[in-house]
């Protein structure tokens, strides 16, 4: 059986073997994954061995483990973690690694595809215990990734005092080689820069060395004479290989999230269980609704509870999109090749008409160019839909019934909004999807603290509106869950607030808002950052006309990109008033959609899903990650097939190389579709078949 997966944090890497160093060097430079069985050692009358697609992880608690460890976890990779750390872990022998006949097939077994390990020299070089994994890795073709270390022979490089280098990397930039390319990396484009996010602190270290013989370079940099220097790269030796990486870093580091997927590709030669994408969505909020404006002078938003004078209506001057804002939305969405997601509330449209002369240019364009993009029930008014607040404190409180129960807002209330904000759009031509919703501040759900449990009423109402996917605020709520009971049981689907502000039209604005949250009471603050360990206060205010673009802009990028580059489909939200006046969301998804597309090539490009495809995918791994946790996976390669068995019911995640092909009940189907140079899919046993197999192309 696949072993669980340790829940704990940690890195892994490594790659399956083939039968050897040559013939490994050529498929690599033809830019193919090996299929054949990887088998190092065993003569052409050996069996093929069965090779579990399974990793073995051997932890020292480094940040470069743990890097490897988040990207298993997250591509739902199963692996097991041998802690040294632990001094009741088990010893590395032969019998740990691998058996010489399995029960099930009868064929000698290797009970991991590739192991990772904190450096070449973790066990010790004369250890039993390195011995056993030399053994197992060429009996086997079984590859092995170092996490960090430092250039030398022992990894097929010359010492940085031959011509190499070491010292700090922030800033610096190294480029993905031809054969890098060609092989685990061909998801890159080129060149990659490492992160410099402070300039008074040394993010990455490293040491670049000159290749010696068997050593191939993946990421490179020049050298002072002209020639090239390697971070990264696979060295083959003794019937072995290793990938050697010579730079510290850690799971949130740009430069080794954009190397994540290609590192566990080597690891596996592009076999294993588990998929990953790059994922954005963008929501859009509010839309044909106005929203409240954050007042400068008394830092608070006039309409909010807690602003002097806040009447809980959107105050003087609200921020609302316009008739040229909607016409400038639709044509960024069809130069940059990205669409965002409406999130409209009809009503507040109808009443915003109503009170300016029955007119409504926005609507008129938005409605006219409404094929352009998706369309998310907001519900119908944007009212609260928890419990009924009681606003005359602050913070509000939920309200009393006479028996001293919590007032909640209606089931028929509830179902009300969502039935006519659905009505009004199919009115209007609107392609919207009932299966979604967006509740107005995500209420419904628990809202702590005022509120620590869903409104009663909310499971029923989604289920009479047939709601399968409403949304929640993934700094609150990161995990998916269940809305009510049976197989009709709405699904949460999280979403990451981005920190382009609701209240705000402005660069101006939205700056003052910005300094009054992350500066200290000393500059003129709040505070709020001096009483929340999470954060921290800026060292100073920002200038107001020039911190948008500087500062904010490129840290809430940054903070995007990782999300995408975390094989994380979680859609971020947005508010209207950001595409309004000086329409401050586009700079920020310009620059991640520039930064992304100078990382990765053609064949990996952005994954676009909408809520109904993040909640499918969310709800997927979670029915995967109860399997693996649960033993209940068996996975192997024999030769070029490839078999997997799970729950009934449960879809298995495969990433396979190209041209592999599915079995049918006869015959053969094409698997998978492309991505990143490989093939992959949530998959199910065809009729009558009780496990996924898979056949491996040939070369």
């Known amino acids: 059986m696949v072993s669980s997966r340790s829940r704990t944090p940690r890195t892994s890497r490594g790659a399956s073997g083939r039968r050897g160093a040559p013939r490994l060097a050529a498929l690599a430079a033809a830019g193919l994954l090996a299929t054949v069985l990887p088998s190092a050692q065993a003569g052409a009358a050996d069996p093929d061995p069965r090779i579990d697609l399974t990793v073995l992880v051997v932890d020292d608690g480094g940040s470069a483990v743990q890097a490897i460890t988040a990207e298993l976890d997250g591509s739902g990779i199963p692996y097991r973690t041998l802690d040294l750390n632990d001094p009741g872990r088990p010893v590395l022998t032969a019998g740990f690694l691998s058996e010489p006949s399995d029960s099930a097939t009868g064929r000698p077994r290797a009970r991991y595809q590739g192991v990772v390990l904190p450096h070449e020299a973790v066990f010790g070089p004369d250890s039993a215990e390195q011995a056993a994994l030399v053994a197992y890795e060429k009996t086997y073709g079984i590859p092995q990734v170092d996490a960090y270390t430092w ?246 409180s939920c309200a009393r019934t006479s028996t001293g129960a919590t007032a909640w807002v209606s089931r028929s209330e509830i179902s009300a909004q969502i039935r006519d904000n659905l009505n009004w759009a199919y009115g209007k031509g609107l392609p919207v999807d009932r299966t979604e919703l967006v509740t107005g501040e995500h209420s419904g759900l628990k809202t702590l603290p005022q509120q620590p449990v869903d409104n009663p009423n909310l499971a029923g109402a989604l289920a009479d509106n047939g709601v399968k996917w409403t949304a929640s605020d993934n700094s609150r709520e990161p995990a998916q869950r269940s809305l009510g009971t049976g197989s009709g049981a709405a699904q949460t689907v999280p979403r990451h607030p981005m920190n382009v502000y609701y209240n705000v039209g402005t660069a101006a604005e939205m700056t003052d808002e910005y300094n009054w949250i992350y500066t200290s009471r000393a500059d003129g603050g709040s505070g709020i950052c001096e009483n929340n360990p999470s954060s921290t206060c800026l060292p100073a205010p920002l200038d107001t006309t020039t911190g948008y673009q500087t500062h904010i802009v490129p840290q809430e990028a940054r903070t995007a990109l990782s999300h995408v580059l975390g094989n994380d489909p979680r859609p971020h939200y947005v508010h209207q008033s950001n595409l309004a006046e000086e329409r401050l969301l586009y700079p920020v998804l310009d620059k991640v959609l520039a930064d992304y597309r100078a990382l990765f090539a053609d064949n990996t490009p952005l994954v676009n899903p909408r809520q109904k495809d993040v909640g499918t995918e969310l709800n997927r791994r979670t029915a995967w990650e109860r399997a693996l946790d649960a033993g209940q996976v068996t996975a192997y390669r024999v030769g070029g097939t490839v078999t997997v068995k799970a729950p009934s019911g449960v879809a298995v995640p495969v990433t396979a190389p190209e041209g592999t092909r599915k079995q049918l009940l006869l015959g053969t189907a094409a698997f998978g579709t492309a991505y990143a140079g490989t093939r992959s899919a949530w998959t199910t046993p065809e009729p009558l078949q009780s496990a996924v197999t898979l056949k491996l192309p040939t070369t």
């Not at 290609?262 to 609704?289: M, P």
């Not at 316009?322 to 449209?349: C, E, I, P, R």
């Not at 160019?369 to 009681?390: E, K, M, S």
Request: proline share 6%; with cysteine; charged share 20%.
């Open 151 to 396: 250039a030398h022979p022992g990894v097929g490089l010359d010492y940085t005092s031959d011509g190499g280098w070491s010292g700090v990397l922030d800033g610096a930039t190294a480029h993905v080689t031809p054969a890098g390319q060609a092989g685990p990396f061909r998801d890159l484009r080129g060149p990659l820069t490492f992160e410099d996010n402070d300039p008074d602190v040394s993010e990455s270290y490293g040491y670049a060395g000159r290749p010696r013989a068997g050593y191939t370079s993946y990421l490179d940099m020049p050298a002072a004479d002209g020639g090239r220097m390697s971070l990264v790269g696979e060295y083959a030796h003794d019937g072995r290989r290793e990938l050697v990486v010579t730079f510290a870093y850690n799971r949130h580091q740009r430069q080794f999230r954009a190397l994540a997927r290609g590192i566990v590709e080597w690891l596996t030669q592009g076999v294993h269980l588990g998929r990953s994408r790059n994922y954005l969505s963008v929501h859009v909020d509010d839309v044909f609704a106005p929203d409240a404006r954050w007042d400068t002078a008394r830092n608070c938003t006039p309409g909010d509870l807690d602003c002097p004078g806040g009447d809980g209506e959107a105050g003087e001057n609200p921020v609302r999109m316009t008739a040229d804002d909607a016409a400038y939305a639709a044509a960024w969405q069809k130069s940059s090749g990205f669409l965002l997601d409406m999130v409209y509330n009809g009503g507040q449209g109808e009443q915003w008409k109503a009170e300016h002369g029955g007119t409504d240019p926005l609507a008129a364009r938005l409605i006219a160019d409404r094929a352009q993009y998706r369309w998310i029930n907001h519900t119908y008014t944007h009212p609260f839909l928890g419990c009924v607040q009681d606003v005359t404190t602050v913070p509000w």
